[in-house]
């Protein structure tokens, strides 16, 4: 099933979709949904790194 | 940082029936988008309300963004009183959803989910036509951004691609 007919059509929407990079999609979609929720805890934790690093720049400033 | 696995473990091992929805869903269906928080549907009957207040305890559910200290405790009666709940946990941020705006009850969202296998079981999650008709129900600025990939991977899905 597909989405309705009417999204489909919304102007908004099909923005969107233009400026999606397609490739990350093509190699998530290689994944379990497994392995997608493990990438997804990856990415928490680089940007739970990431906000220290900022916090311990902004820190020194 | 939720740990999704302990989350699932959790919910699973207490015998709750529960629909993952939201940006998880959003995941595992192929989203690379960063989500911080579970977002699931329960059934709401007497006997569910009983082991999701049990499944949880352990893990000190509290009202996410409320002061510390307040008599809040996440039981039975309190379930049963109260429909959707924003929670921390000691796994991480849980939104307990009564019902889902655009989607209803579980039982309501039930004939639009798909089994995942998730972290050594099944796990019941809302399938991408749906999530999509879900995020377009809650309407905020960050379901509105997240069709345009989510409509790019059903068409991906469809074609093949």
């Known amino acids: ?61 | 940082m939720t740990d999704y696995r302990k989350a699932l473990e959790v919910l699973r091992g207490g015998g709750v029936r529960f629909i993952v929805i939201g940006g998880v869903a959003a995941t595992a269906h192929g989203s690379s988008q960063l989500t911080n928080d579970l977002d699931v549907v329960y059934a709401r009957e007497p006997d569910d309300i009983a082991r999701l207040a049990a499944a949880l305890a352990p893990y000190h559910p509290y009202l996410r963004g409320v002061p510390a200290g307040l008599p809040f405790k996440l039981d039975a009666t309190t379930i049963k009183n109260g429909l959707n709940f924003t929670l921390d946990t000691d796994f991480g941020p849980l939104d307990l959803l009564g019902e889902a705006t655009g989607g209803g009850t579980y039982a309501a969202l039930l004939p639009a989910t798909v089994t995942l296998d998730l972290f050594g079981g099944p796990c019941l999650c809302v399938d991408l036509a749906t999530l999509i008709r879900l995020k377009r129900a809650a309407g905020r600025p960050k379901d509105i951004l997240a069709l345009g990939e989510l409509e790019a991977i059903l068409r991906a899905s469809a074609s093949g691609d």
């Open chain 1, 1 to 61: 099933m597909g989405s309705d007919e009417d999204q489909d059509r919304d102007p908004l929407v099909e923005a969107l979709v233009r400026d999606v990079d397609m490739s990350l999609i093509r190699r998530n979609l290689k994944m379990t949904p497994q392995q997608r929720v493990e990438q997804l805890m990856e990415m928490q934790r680089f940007a739970a790194e990431l906000r220290e690093a900022g916090r311990k720049v902004r820190g020194k400033g």
